[in-house]
């Protein structure tokens, strides 16, 4: 293997990164980061912490919550903080939040933005999301004002940006030294009365808790014929005539009960935990939990979802592999709505498979061709989900549900979660791909593909990294296992994208990623806004008004006076690509449909024709969804699935129960009028020269406001 100079690249990187995003090198970067090492736990609370004091008018800190051993959970908000209103500011009337109830924050103007949640650190142990998410948030504070992509996604979007969802699995991961997926738990896991009694040990005193090899005839373990550092574990099966080790976590039994390791602060799997498809504990190593959300970091951001509804794209960090799971994992694919898969596959994972650099499957090229696709598949694959399709899934574009043996795969996932409950894009993806990642680094193909790049990453960490990387096995006599060796990766650098070069390869991937979905987010704007006075008189019920079609017949009253009758007319829409609610967003209970508000002083402004609120149903995007056909119809339904209310709860035309005097059976409502743009009417009688607001508000979409003036 032959690596290139790793300086010269690092500039060609740079070089390209500026190219790429058009922005003066360090033009506004308050608070300088680095990607030579880990941040960790400490040093990335310390980030963030500046950023949000260096740029106060963009980014909010809030903690959400705190782990079991007492350390925040933050979300830094990055949006700007002087733009964006929220219904609550203007619709007082539904304003439950000022009427002195406690437990709901009061809304903040990011809220009324289409939200972006990204997190890392999940799994303690997954830390490369940790640095994406500084990444991300270094490229958005400091490109804002001087790029002109960034600077109006941090104006009309929120970022809410979570580094380290679990402090405790982090901390001892970078910190602490040993490798924990888990959160940290005072829990008694064996039994014994005492508590977190018996974790790894440091048994050589060198710093670091590596690996522990020992000669056992019923070991699954060989030392590599290439390279005598590396253990190569056997299959369930396979005879060899090597001599046979076990390779345990540097470990001595501390409590004298003959096991190792068996109560540490290792707690709860925290992508296990969450309450979707969850399920019981027993019999699961790493721990589901008690019960679903019981774990203080998966309840921290089940909360913080709950409380900021405008969230329309999440993207969970975790490694390695370098791939995308979309939904779902808990239940098979014909659970998704068509629509969300079009939008899932042909948009985003066609461009996720551009930026990694991996082949666009040929029936996301011609969309159009996707019935020639199903019916070739049907002769040559036995994944019937891939027949629905019309196309398998590629290995960087994936569901985790196993599709061939039609089983689920796994629980309590995240991102399941996020789409089932909540209808929001969610996606978890596996970054750190070392043959796409490193420069130069060999491909490995066939079966012997993942002992090859074990060998050539202890090569290239020989090469790059003085071998500080890897501690050489050195005899060490265990106090119950006996002669034996120690040695082994340096835990942190074991499964991790590289620090340097590579890590930064892999953030500035998933920070073009990040970007591109959040351009995909609705944005709705008042396009056209009218107040016509068509004659003033003494009383305010004193027009008598008819309307055919768009034609509106008005009887005038006889006198002249203080009221002046008024026609409003505003034009909607969505410019945004992606309409309002994920398809699967439209058919929950819990998502509310795009509204409109006339407001005035309610003292001044009589309503004659239209009531103030009207509902707009869901506001499509602009992007036409490639390989989708509105009339295809739902994923198959049980009947529990039903009382959701199919999938046009929001189309459900509002017969009114008695019509009032004014209006008209033949009104257009709102909600029956389809596409990205919708025409709304109001005819009021205004007293004086009171004025008029028109507020839109999309859960997802944002709330965008018109004042009229009346003169
Ligand atoms: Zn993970």
Known sequence: MKLRSSKKRWWICVFCTCLLLGAHPGAAQKVKVSFNDYHGY??????????????????????????????????????????????????????????????????????????HWICGSTHGNEYTGTEVCLYIIDKLVSGYGSDSEITPLVDDKTFYICPVVNPDGLYNSIEGGISQRQNSMEKDDDGDGRINEDGPDDLNGDGHITRFRYKDKKGRYVIDDEDSRLMVRLGRNEKTTKPRYSVITEDKDNDGDGEHGEDSERGIDLNRNFAEGWFTEKGMAGGSGDYAMSAPESHAIAEFFTN????????????SGGFTYRPLGTAPHDKLHPKDVA???????????????EDIPE????????????????KTSKNKYAIQRGYELPRGWRVSYNERNDRRYSYGMATDWAYLQYGIYSITTELWNPQKDIEGFPQFKGEDARRQVQRALLK?????????????????????????EIGGWIPKYRSNAYPGEALINVCEKHWQFARFRAGLTPNIVITEAQAKILYTTNNARDGVVSQKGDQVTIKRGKSKGKYKIVEVTATIENKGKLATHVARGAQLACNREDVVWLIGDREKVTFLQGTPFRKLGVLEGIAKIPGYRAREGGPSQTPRQRGYGGFRRFRMPEVPKKLSPRQKSDEKPEEKQKGPKREVKWLVAVEGDSPLKIVVSSQNGGTTVKTLSIK
């Open 42 to 115: 400490t040093a990335t609370t310390k980030y963030i912490k500046a950023v949000a004091k260096a740029y106060p008018k963009i980014t909010e800190l809030i903690e959400i919550g705190k782990s079991n051993m007492g350390r925040s959970i933050y979300v830094l908000v990055v949006s700007n903080m002087g733009t964006g209103t929220t219904i609550d500011a203007h619709v007082e009337l539904r304003n439950m939040r000022k009427e002195g109830v406690q437990n709901v924050i009061p809304m903040k103007t990011y809220q009324g933005k289409p939200g």
């Open 308 to 319: 900021h509804r405008n969230i329309l794209m999440a993207q969970f960090y975790h490694t």
């Open 343 to 357: 939008v899932f596959d042909m948009i985003m994972g066609k461009k996720y498979l551009e930026i990694i650099g």
């Open 363 to 378: 029936a996301w090229q011609k969309p159009d061709s996707l019935d020639k696709f199903k019916e070739e598949l049907k």
């Open 460 to 484: 290239y960490q020989d090469e790059e990294h003085e071998g500080k990387w890897f501690i050489p096995w050195k005899t060490y006599k265990h106090p119950e296992l006996g002669e034996g």
